[in-house]
Nanobody, 126 residues
Framework: EVQLVESGGGLVQPGGSLRLSCAASGFGFDDYAIGWFRQAPGKEREFVAAINWRNSNAAYGDYVEGRFTISRDRAKNTMYLQMNSLKPEDTALYYC???????????????????WGQGTQVTVAS
């Protein structure tokens, strides 16, 4: 059974940084895409970033604007989201998710992902 556990959320001031982690377990992820999504109260879940577990190719949501970096440590089965220059509008519950169909144009759609973590809250406020 695939399990995803997020950590690293918290309260940060505008302009600050956070690094989210997603610990994955269950079985090998070489054929997977692993993604980050976020959802703010009253808003739809939106794509943040995704990574090809095998070769680290990555994709980002348009609003990221170079502020976020997704990475993975294959030895630790852990994915990271480094978030810099945070803005109040980045406040949301952040989820990691796993897509067993691999990395392709569909990775920006939450419907492509079969497995989800419980989420970690990020709050950007002064």
């Amino acid at each position: 059974e695939v399990q995803l556990v997020e950590s690293g959320g918290g309260l940060v001031q505008p302009g600050g940084s956070l690094r989210l982690s997603c610990a994955a377990s269950g079985f090998g992820f070489d054929d997977y895409a692993i993604g980050w999504f976020r959802q703010a109260p009253g808003k739809e879940r939106e794509f943040v970033a995704a990574i090809n577990w095998r070769n680290s190719n990555a994709a980002y949501g348009d609003y990221v604007e170079g502020r976020f970096t997704i990475s993975r440590d294959r030895a630790k089965n852990t994915m990271y989201l480094q978030m810099n220059s945070l803005k109040p509008e980045d406040t949301a519950l952040y989820y990691c998710a796993a897509d067993p169909d691999g990395f392709g144009p569909w990775v920006e759609s939450s419907d492509a992902y079969d497995y989800w973590g419980q989420g970690t809250q990020v709050t950007v406020a002064s």
